[in-house]
């Protein structure tokens, strides 16, 4: 199947409570790798402004098989490069909305460079390879395999406190028009 499109019985996530914490949060001061071969700090980035963090299991590659067989039958796992490109897609109207936008997965930065250039990302991917950002705030992770990652989610940081939080997202091809509807309808930056 293409990277970009989603299969007609693609299991639904079930909100089990695992980000019900985050809203009201500080998030940590932790760089992290970026694809702009830089560190971006989500304390730092967030201040003055809102951050769109979206949190996927990993991208695939036109040129690699997924992490396990039964890849699409996991709920949530399936959908990160239909996400990013979401994202790609609305990214200049969230900007104008005075929001910067971010990805994060598990994977290194160099893996995530890769999709970076193939879907013409206009916003960096950060990674969390040692799950240190997933374990200091509590993020939702899964397990494809022997693998760890992290279950999907946005949050929308504002001056280094989450301020808002989606999760489970589903479906995730269209969640970016979610999150471009709510910054339409939250309160104004200062």
Do not use: N
């Not at 409570?17 to 809203?23: E, P």
């Not at 201040?47 to 067989?69: H, K």
């Amino acid at each position: 199947m293409e990277l970009t499109e989603l299969p007609d019985d693609l299991p639904r996530p079930l909100d089990d409570g695992a980000a019900d914490h985050l809203a009201g949060h500080p998030v940590p001061s932790l760089p992290l790798p970026a694809t702009t071969g830089k560190l971006i700090d989500l304390r730092t980035r967030s201040q003055g402004s809102r951050l769109v963090v979206f949190v996927y299991p990993r991208t695939g590659r036109p040129d690699a098989a997924e992490l396990t067989p039964d890849w699409d039958s996991i709920p949530g796992a399936r959908g990160c490069t239909p996400e990013a490109c979401g994202f790609r897609d609305l990214h200049a109207e969230m900007a104008a909305l005075g929001a910067q936008v971010v990805g994060l997965s598990t994977q290194d930065a160099e893996y995530q460079r890769e999709a970076a250039e193939r879907l013409h990302l206009p916003y960096p991917l950060l990674s969390d390879a040692h799950l240190d950002l997933a374990q200091t705030l509590g993020l939702p992770t899964m397990w494809a395999g022997r693998t760890e990652l992290l279950r999907r989610l946005t949050m929308v940081v504002r001056d280094g406190v989450i301020e808002h939080v989606w999760y489970p997202v589903f479906p995730p091809d269209t969640h970016a028009a979610h999150v471009l509807a709510w910054l339409r309808t939250a309160p104004p930056l200062r």
